[in-house]
């Protein structure tokens, strides 16, 4: 069975299983990341890249290069468990762009029923550390992100190194959704990143989606 827990310093989740249960979740995640259907979208690079990362993270966790166990936390049988750990806006946006991929492509109930089990371990895992950030962020398991945005990996990328920014507990925590408000349509937060983005693509003549944020790599040198 998958399921998550929250890391310790707050700033994302882990999402365990066993090998089996990761490659059928990666098999579900690629159903809506290469599909021909959706290479006609306008946008469809920006989100392939946002979710293939994502997929990445599952495909590595199913052949035990990033967390073991030899049991899960819920029970003490010897049955090997694998895991991963990923942001909380890594997820989100994550999440965001599967469900959208999904309306547009042919799903089934088993990718309904997978994503909606998703979605219930992500909030409990919310939930369970802490309750205050957790009521403010459920809006973006939602439909609060703008999914419809072209520039979706960037808007990811820009909020998610500000998160980290903040070294984790549970006051950044509770920040988290002032944050994402720059993927939120129409905000003052969002359309002043949409300007800079759109400045500086001008300034290096290349195209928003060409841009390559400079975020430093220590901020991503982080103890979960």
């Excluded at 989100?92 to 990718?111: G, H, P, Q, R, V």
Aim: proline share 2%; charged share 25%.
């Amino acid at each position: 069975m998958i399921y998550t827990i929250p890391t310790k310093k707050g700033l994302g989740i882990e999402i365990w299983g066993t090998r089996d249960d990761l490659e059928y979740l990666y098999d579900i995640v690629s159903k809506f990341l290469n599909n021909p259907t959706l290479s006609q979208i306008k946008g469809y690079e920006d989100k392939n890249n946002l979710i293939s990362s994502f997929s990445f993270e599952i495909r590595k966790a199913s052949y035990g290069s990033r967390l073991t166990r030899s049991h899960s936390h819920y029970t003490f049988e010897q049955i090997p468990y694998c895991g991963f750990q990923v942001s909380w806006v890594h997820l989100l946006f994550s999440i965001a762009a599967l469900k959208y991929n999904m309306k547009i492509t042919e799903s089934n109930k088993a990718d309904i029923a997978m994503f909606l089990h998703l979605e219930y371990w992500i909030e409990k895992a919310m939930k369970s550390y802490d309750t205050v950030g957790a009521a403010n962020l459920l809006p973006y398991l939602d439909d609060a992100i703008n999914v419809g945005n072209e520039y979706l990996y960037l808007y990811m990328r820009h909020i998610n190194s500000s998160f980290f920014e903040l070294k984790g507990g549970k006051n950044s925590f509770r920040k988290l959704d002032k944050l994402m408000r720059t993927a939120v349509y129409a905000t003052e937060e969002y359309n002043n990143l949409l300007s800079f983005l759109q400045s500086e693509a001008k300034k290096h003549h290349c195209k928003v989606e060409d841009l390559e944020l400079n975020d430093e790599d220590k901020i991503y040198e982080i103890q979960w």
